[in-house]
C-alpha cells in the first residue's frame, strides 16, 4: 500500500479516536472527524461512506491484532506438560499476556476511548466475545478437561458464571488500565493479572491490607 495512502488513513482513525476525548459516538459527526484529522471531507469521503463505516474498521483492526496476541501468548502454554499449581498459573501470567498486554499498550489511546463511556457498547461485547473463545482454548492448559454438563448437574455452582466473573475480572482491569495507562506498568499489570486469576477477593483484601501495616 502506499505509504502517503497508509499515512492518511492513519491521521483520519487517530483524528476519530481523538474526538472521543471529548465527545460520545453519538454526538460525533464526519465535520468532528476531519477536522481532527486536518483533513478535507473529500479526503475522507475517499476512503469511508461514513462515521460507521471508519468505526467498523478501527474495531475489526484491533479485535483481530488482539486475537493474534492471545493465540502467541497461549502457545507458551503449550509449553507447560502438566497442570499448573495456581502459584504457578499466576507466574505464567508473565509470558500468557505478553503479547496481548504489549498490543493493549500500543493501541491504548483506541482502546480506552472506543471502552470508556464516550465509546462503544457494542465494541465491549465485542471484546468479551474475544476473551470468551479464548478462555475455552485455554482451559486444557490450565485446569485439564472438564465435563461442563457433568458439573453443572453437580455443582452449585455453574461453570458459566465462574467463566463470567474470571472474563469479566480480566477485561475490566485492561478497561481501567486503559483509563489511566500510565498509573502501572505493563510488568505490574501482568502481576494484578496473575493475583486475580488465582486469588479471591478476600484473599486479594488481606493483601492488600499487608500493604498498609
Known sequence: ??????NTLNRIKEGFITVLDTKKLSECTTNDIVNSAEISKKTFYNYYQNKQDLLHEIENELLEGLKEALVIDREELKDVKYLPGADEIKELAEVAFNHTLAFCNENKHALSNLLSSNGD??????IVEVANN??????P???????????????????????????????????????APDSLSINEIKSIAGLIQTKSPVELIQIYKSYLN
Open 1 to 6: 500500500m502506499d505509504i502517503r495512502k497508509i
Open 121 to 126: 457498547m457494542q465494541f465491549y461485547q465485542m
Open 134 to 139: 479464548e478462555f475455552d482454548a485455554r482451559v
Open 141 to 179: 492448559y490450565l485446569f485439564g478437561d472438564i465435563n461442563i454438563k457433568e458439573a453443572n448437574v453437580k455443582s452449585p455452582l455453574p461453570f458459566s458464571f465462574i467463566k463470567t466473573l474470571y472474563i469479566n475480572t480480566i477485561v475490566n482491569l485492561l478497561m481501567l488500565w486503559g483509563a
